[in-house]
């Protein structure tokens, strides 16, 4: 593990222009009818219930689905399409709704999914406008499509993510713990740059560390709060009930590790449902670790032999077993910067034929 340290110690190789700015997290008040995001003059709209079903005709499509939550596709006004996400069902629902909005209307970057309205007029139920993703998720891409993502843009998601990251832990007036990040959870736009989304279980308004409420001494009430996926949660987090900011680093390692070889972070058709990370641990901690073996293999030759080395040191960090020793979004984006020469934002990508 020490070559790997020294990823984040190295002086810098190459660096290159990026057009993604830095952004600062705006905090607003989720009153307002109308709220104005201050730094770059979006308006957030507050909309009735008959709107959301006028925009969604009567939630007839489903778009994605999720614990606590159904997407349906929506056509706003000036025939934009939309993601509306409804949560309903229960009070316990509602409140979970009512803490991701308040999140959402803090947020502004350009790898974090753009919030465009919201309705909270019923006591049970509320309703999310997002901007709509056309390319679906990364799990999608990854995993469940014709076609294989090439080199260029798995090294681009992988920066973009970390920007995301980066930004919810240091660059937001309260800083976030997403808490699951997973790559359902990352869409992708019509040039595959990839937008974090789902914040139904993120945590605000801490530096590092959050405890467990001391007001839950039974052993059900302390596993309610767990969050995250399987495949994606942090083990330290399972055992703890601790929440950090590490938390998102380990998940954000695992994407890494299905970006790199290919495979889904836990599949339960694999014997006994083992975990990407199960599988990948024991090499990436082997001193003859064969890269070129690792990577998936629908790529052929199609990959930097050198990069996918330093992405996979970059991984073997953030799921190291100890959450202090594990680097921080901004040590990670420092060493893609220096390090990955293949990411590229300036024209679209194409995706390669599936090897059969």
């Not at 190295?10 to 201050?38: A, F, H, M, T, Y």
């Amino acid at each position: 593990m020490g070559c790997f340290t020294k990823l984040f110690r190295s002086k810098k190789l190459r660096r290159r222009p990026s057009n993604i700015n830095d952004q600062v997290g705006v905090v607003i008040d989720i009153e307002q009818k109308n709220i104005k995001d201050i730094e770059d003059g979006c308006l957030f709209k507050k909309y009735s219930w008959d709107d959301i079903e006028r925009f969604s005709n009567n939630l007839s499509q489903v778009v994605g689905s999720g614990g606590f939550s159904t997407v349906y596709l929506a056509r706003l006004p000036a025939t934009i399409q939309g993601a509306i996400k409804i949560h309903f069902g229960s009070e316990r629902l509602y409140l979970v709704f009512k803490q991701e909005l308040d999140i959402l209307l803090r947020l502004r970057h350009d790898n974090i999914v753009k919030l465009l309205g919201y309705c909270d007029d019923r006591d049970d139920q509320g309703a999310l406008v997002f901007e709509y993703l056309p390319n679906g998720s990364l799990q999608e891409k990854l995993h469940e499509s014709d076609s294989v993502l090439p080199w260029r843009i798995r090294m681009t998601i992988a920066f973009q993510l970390a920007q995301a990251i980066e930004y919810l832990h240091e660059k937001c007036t309260l800083q976030i713990v997403h808490g699951d990040i997973k790559a359902s959870n990352v869409l992708l736009d019509e040039y595959m740059n990839c937008k974090l989304c789902d914040f139904g279980s993120a945590k605000m308004g801490f530096s590092s560390i959050v405890m467990p409420s001391s007001s839950s001494p039974s052993p059900s009430k302390t596993k309610q709060m767990m969050i995250g996926s399987p495949g994606y949660t942090d083990p330290h987090y399972l055992r703890t009930g601790i929440a950090s900011k590490k938390n998102d680093v380990y998940s954000f390692g695992v994407i890494i590790l299905e970006l790199i070889t290919g495979m889904e972070a836990f599949s339960p058709e694999r014997q006994r449902g083992q975990l990407l990370t199960s599988i990948a641990g024991p090499m990436l901690k082997s001193e003859g670790m064969n890269v070129v073996e690792m990577v998936d293999p629908r790529l052929a030759a199609h990959f930097d032999l050198e990069e996918a080395k330093t992405m996979l040191s970059i991984a073997a960090l953030c799921i190291g077993h100890s959450p202090i020793l594990r680097p921080s979004a901004t040590q990670i984006l420092q060493t893609i910067k220096d390090q990955i020469s293949s990411i590229s934002f300036f024209s679209p990508p194409t995706l390669l034929p599936l090897c059969k």
